[in-house]
């Protein structure tokens, strides 16, 4: 994308044409920087292949790159490579066409792209799966947005299926008096949840050890599930105050982590569809019966691993998981007609998605052009590896993660003497989610508060304060920032700062290619170390000379621009004080 380095790559093919030789050209960041900023490697396996040798041809190449005026030097090192470098006057000018190369990168699509993440589920805790499936999902969305995609994002909660019935049962238990459960009432139901979602974290767990050991229960339980799901008036009215109520807590980590949503739909927003899609499927013969069950065979004769039958329906006529998620490709093409439906989910659904989609293809429930996509991830595990527990052994619970975070951040702020409730969560937010974004999506990783929530290193806070500290100089200085320009200086760390900032467009496009937000938080860390180490060998502010002063103070105000930008895809935001 790199206006410059497109230039490049057209001048070495011109010449490599010339040569009768065919080769597609690509220049890369050099890989020793003080020798090049730029490398072609290209000339070695294409010299031999046409009769050169690799100093031949990197020679022949260097000559007529070094006639270019935007070059400064190229020049062959080893046996064949051809490092690049080029004038200040041209990286200045590049830097001019950064914002322009990301608004070209942003110009419209016309394509819809409906995403599914986060998940979070009624009545059970909101574990760091769901931290990563909502911090990955959001900073995805806020990519492709970027990439002029329309993208509609559902939190897709997990509002329905046998868990429901279960907690209607216990509460019918322990509560039978309640009005829900009068079958003969006809009047209005109370509008507050007789649970909280406190009492519904204990009441799942006891009701699911329950069904397990009393028969009795479980057939209540699969009563209610299928009673709820086929409209009973009391069951639905309770449903739908203790899913308020469970749901409360999963908003508030939701706002606190900045993941937004266009849609808070839940498996249950397709209820209606279901018994038309069944009906369809059987009618077609795409589903047929098997042990009471109905379900679609979707193994096919290529496949490396066992590929079960997708179920639609249980033996006991209850929706589950796979039939919420079948009827809402459904429900979703129709509604939007989306060229594409992404999930981000944790890897170990892999096996899940695969059966969907194919179940979702058989049925014709997309056309063959819409995409289905599954973007998996890896899992976010304490200092001994092993997946995040609470003490006594639980799952973590996303909101007592964030405590912990928060509470060990305020100790430091409080340490030096700057404690603030606004700042302190900023740091709290940016640490959690530079921890679970700077690493590799699909690689599992090790959250380690004291290592992630430090100022130096690859973290959040860092970033941070670095984009804090550029805000802080260009706040000091008093000029018109736009009016400022950059000039042709001397200063290597300053021309180091330039040259991570046309990379820009470039990670853009690699991250959205790869759907690795890894590659943003890479750049934000080169790009913030280059700052500050020009930061600290540069007087700004103090500097006498014009022309300089007002150059420096450019790159301050880009490098911030570029930081929050960036920092905004990863929904963090940054603080107006550290
Ligand atoms: N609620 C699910 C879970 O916690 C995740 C939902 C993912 N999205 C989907 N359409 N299946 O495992």
Redesign the pocket.
Known sequence: MIELIKTIEKEIQAILNKLNIESDVKVVEGSRPELGQYQYNGAMSLAKKFGYTPSELAGKICEKLNMLDIVESATIAGVGFVNINFTKAAIIKQVGKTFDEIKTLGEPKNKTIVM?YC?A?VAKTLHVG?LRSSDIGEAIKRLTRKMGYNVIADV?F?DWGRQMGMIIAEIQERQPELVFFNENYEGEYPTISPVTSKDLEEIYPTANIKAKENEEFLNKCRRATYELQNGRRGYYALWELFVGESLKPVMQALDYLNVKFDLYEGESSVNNMIKPMVNKLTSENIAHESNGAIVIDVAEPDDKIEVPPFIVLKSDGAAM?STT?LA?ILSREQRFNPSEIW?V?DNR?SLHFLQLFRAARKAHFVGDDVQLKFFGFGTMNGKDGRPFKTRDGGVMSVLTLIDNVKESINKKLQENGAEDEQICDAITTATLKFADLSNNRETDFIFDVDKFSALEGKTGPYILYTTVRANSVISKADVDLRALKLAEIDNKAYMDVLLNIIKVPTVLERAFEQKAINLICDYLFTLSNSFNNFYSSTKIISEQDTEKRNAYLKVCELVSRINTELLDILAISVPAKM
């Open positions: 599914d998940g589920n769901h897709h997990g998981y998620d809402t999930y989910v659904q």
